[in-house]
């Protein structure tokens, strides 16, 4: 009995072999128009919300700028863009990537020196700065006027690093915050004298928030890249061939002007 049911499956053996050859001969699960992807009929980013206006939950709906942009790719490779939401600690240092957790990581991200060791980027998509948020009523508007007073930071950005290289031996304490919206809320309420972010979403909060201000912008020219796991090259020429475009065509403005009310002074 033994016997004959193992030659029943050396029979099936051949059958089997055309059915493996059949699923090899075409695109591949998981990949699209030659591009790997972690998972088929889906481009998947990590993001960590909330960061308005790049992205944010609304509606039970994440959308944003990064959002719109990244769908510009999905549409190109004829999939999806699933988004999932972690801790910026776990984008940062490359793990979600790593870990097939997601395609590509596009969170508002700074292109620098540290990140570009744990993962590839994109070119240059976005242009951003540092920024001090305040109440109106403060009368602060630079690192000087925060000796003895607290300054609120999002952990792992280069906000962050800014306060503590510049803010803090100038005598501010710097109270760190694990995201966006926890910043925002401490400055508002009053928790901290001032916070440090990006310009774009702290301009983006101050204009839905009349007791508040931008009131000093600090040269730090950096610019936000997509991260892509160390080696997926195909799609991160992919991330750049449709960026470029979107900017020659104009569509890149038209989703700038979307969110931030007015087109880029620069690219």
Not at 145 to 166: E, H, I, P, V
Not at 182 to 192: F, R, T
Not at 228 to 251: F, P, Q, T, Y
């Amino acid at each position: 009995m033994a016997r004959r049911t193992g030659l029943k499956a050396l029979a099936l053996l051949p059958a089997l072999a055309i059915v493996v050859a059949a699923c090899g001969s075409g695109e591949q699960a998981g990949e699209a128009k030659g591009v790997p992807l972690v998972a088929a009929g889906k481009l998947k980013t990590c993001t960590h919300l909330p960061y308005e206006p790049f992205q944010f939950e609304k509606s039970g709906e994440v959308v944003g700028f990064d959002v719109d942009l990244v769908d510009l790719v999905a549409k190109d490779l004829g999939v999806k863009q699933e988004i999932i939401n972690g801790p910026f600690e776990t984008i940062e240092s490359g793990e979600d990537l790593n870990a097939k957790k997601c395609d590509l990581a596009a969170a508002g991200m700074t292109i620098k020196e540290s990140r570009k060791q744990n993962f590839d980027f994109s070119a240059p998509y976005f242009k951003a700065t540092q920024a001090l948020l305040v109440k109106k009523s403060s009368g602060i508007n630079s690192l000087d006027q925060l000796k003895g007073k607290k300054l609120g930071a999002q952990s792992a950005t280069t906000g962050l690093d800014y306060a503590n290289k510049n803010a803090k031996p100038l005598g501010a304490e710097v109270v760190v915050y694990e995201d966006l919206g926890l910043l925002l809320e401490a400055v508002k309420s009053g928790q901290v004298d001032a916070g440090i972010n990006d310009n774009g979403v702290l301009l983006d909060y101050a204009k839905k928030n009349s007791d508040l201000d931008v009131t000093k912008e600090f040269d730090t020219n950096e610019d936000y890249g997509i991260g892509v796991r160390k080696g997926n090259d195909k799609l991160r020429a992919k991330i750049d061939e449709i960026i470029a475009k979107a900017k020659s065509s104009g569509e890149y403005d038209a989703i700038y002007e979307k969110w931030f009310g007015k087109k880029p002074t620069s690219k």
